[in-house]
């Protein structure tokens, strides 16, 4: 009977000291804080630009005969529309711009002054670039036309050819977005065009004609 007493009471203390302790600890799980995504400059949009470009042009004549190359500055105007998935952007776009390439020289015979002329360059081309957030770095391939214009010169009487001669154009550039929908862009374009034959005070036959343009322009993207 003494062991009944001496139960109860061990009973009762352990009961007293869990009820000191208080109830058993529950684990909770940390709770992580994810951050919003952030916003990322969207290229998807037509846009329209203003710009200013310098060209060089050569134009090789494979018979007898030289003819010189011409360099001059520009005007132009661009339209176009892009469409991104993920970083990567594609579009297409058209081209024009108001060249006046110049350049003279002393033709074979040097009697005669050459002279040659890049005016009026039009194309119409693809674009893909990779987008980085607000700066896209992009290629460009297409088709191009331009006025092409040839003359000799002996001092008295002038043989001047002109031809419409289309080719094609390939380049790169990289283009910045500011706030507001304006942009910042950059081209640097090479051109080459089919040969043209061209009737001077003597033929120039399968002249091919080649340039190379640097172009800055001001973008406006809606």
Request: charged content about 15%; hydrophobic content about 40%.
């Amino acid at each position: 009977m003494k062991s009944f007493p001496l139960a109860i009471g061990a009973l009762a203390l352990s009961a007293s000291v869990a009820f000191a302790a208080g109830p058993a600890p529950v684990a909770v799980e940390p709770q992580v804080y994810t951050p919003p995504p952030i916003a990322r400059h969207n290229w998807t949009g037509g846009y329209v630009g203003l710009g200013l470009n310098y060209g060089r042009s050569s134009h090789a004549v494979p018979g007898p005969g030289t003819l010189p190359n011409a360099n001059g500055f520009g005007a132009g105007a661009l339209a176009g529309y892009n469409w991104q998935n993920g970083d990567l952007v594609f579009g297409a776009e058209l081209v024009g711009d108001v060249t006046r390439l110049t350049g003279s020289a002393d033709c074979t015979n040097p009697a005669f002054t050459c002279t040659s002329r890049v005016n009026n360059v039009i194309s119409g081309r693809l674009r893909a670039g990779a987008a980085m957030d607000n700066t896209l770095l992009f290629a460009t391939a297409g088709l191009a036309s331009a006025s092409i214009r040839h003359s000799t010169d002996d001092g008295v009487t002038t043989w001047t050819d002109t031809n419409r001669t289309n080719g094609v154009v390939i380049g790169v550039g990289i283009e910045h977005a500011f706030a507001g929908g304006w942009n910042l862009r950059g081209d640097l374009e090479h051109y080459r065009f089919r040969r043209q034959d061209f009737a001077l005070d003597t033929p120039y036959d399968n002249v091919r004609a080649k340039m190379n343009l640097v172009r800055i322009s001001a973008v406006w993207r809606f």
